[in-house]
C-alpha cells in the first residue's frame, strides 16, 4: 500500500494586535515562536510539507528561519484575514492525502 502524504499549513499572517507584538518571532527559550512550531512539525515523521503563509513585510525573515527545515515549501504571503492564508497556504501544497492547520502561535504541540 502506498505511504499517505500530509501536509500542515502554518498561518503566520496576522498583526499581533490584541498580544503587542509580532508573535512569530517572540523570544521563547532562545528562539522565536515560529522556530518552535516548524521544530515539532520537522520531526513527525508523517509529515511531509509545511507551508507557511505570512505578512509580505516578514517574507525573507521567514525564509531564512525557515531554511534549515527540509519540510518547508518556499514561504510566500498570506492574505488578509486566516480564510485568505488558509486558502493560499492550499493553493502552494503539492497534492497530499490530508492537510492540518496549525497556528504559529501555538508553538507547544
Keep these: 500500500m502506498p505511504s499517505k502524504t500530509f501536509g500542515v499549513i502554518i498561518p503566520a499572517a496576522g498583526s499581533g494586535n490584541r498580544f503587542g507584538a509580532d508573535k512569530l518571532m517572540f523570544d521563547l ?3 522565536p515562536v515560529l522556530w518552535h512550531t516548524l521544530s515539532a512539525f520537522q ?57 492540518s492547520v496549525h497556528d504559529c502561535a501555538r508553538p507547544l504541540i
Design 43 to 99: 520531526a513527525a515523521e508523517t509529515v511531509s510539507f509545511i507551508v507557511i503563509p505570512t505578512r509580505a513585510e516578514n517574507i525573507s525573515v521567514v525564509r531564512e528561519l525557515a531554511a534549515p527545515f527540509s519540510k518547508v515549501m518556499p514561504v510566500d504571503s498570506g492574505g488578509e484575514t486566516r480564510q485568505e492564508s488558509v486558502s493560499r497556504g492550499l493553493a502552494a501544497l503539492p497534492a497530499v492525502d490530508s492537510v
Design 29 to 31: 527559550c532562545g528562539k
